[in-house]
């Protein structure tokens, strides 16, 4: 069990950037894969991305690929989704979640965050 608060989102004009936390409380975070997921308006939610423990391994949903990168400091805590060149379709409620699995499935992330929204405009 581990609780989750984001933070970091906000308002932002189109091809700026943003820089999303997730701080975590609890003794065994370094053993959770964290992920990012996101829900625009009328949607439903999809994965963003993904980090193992060790951030050997990450996994982008295609629309962010090369825009969006996730990081963790396991001695903070604190996982990261810094999000470069963002564009108004990136609106959304940021939620990040912690797994025991490597998996983009959000019915396989047992903790979740409050969310943060997130608004990029035209």
């Known amino acids: 069990q581990v609780q989750l608060v984001e933070s970091g989102g906000g308002l932002v004009q189109a091809g700026g950037s943003l820089r999303l936390s997730c701080a975590a409380s609890?003794?065994?975070?370094?053993?959770?894969?964290m992920g990012w997921f996101r829900q625009g308006p009328g949607k439903e939610r999809e994965f963003v991305a993904l980090c193992n423990g060790s951030s050997s391994f990450t996994r982008y949903a295609v629309s962010v690929k090369g825009r969006f990168t996730i990081s963790r400091d396991n001695a903070k805590n604190t996982v990261y989704l810094q999000m470069n060149d963002l564009k108004p379709e990136d609106t959304a409620v940021y939620y990040c979640a912690a797994s025991n699995l490597i998996a983009t499935e959000a019915n396989d992330y047992h903790d979740w965050g409050q969310g943060t929204q997130v608004t990029v405009s035209s």
């Open positions: 609890g003794r065994t975070f370094s053993n959770y894969v």
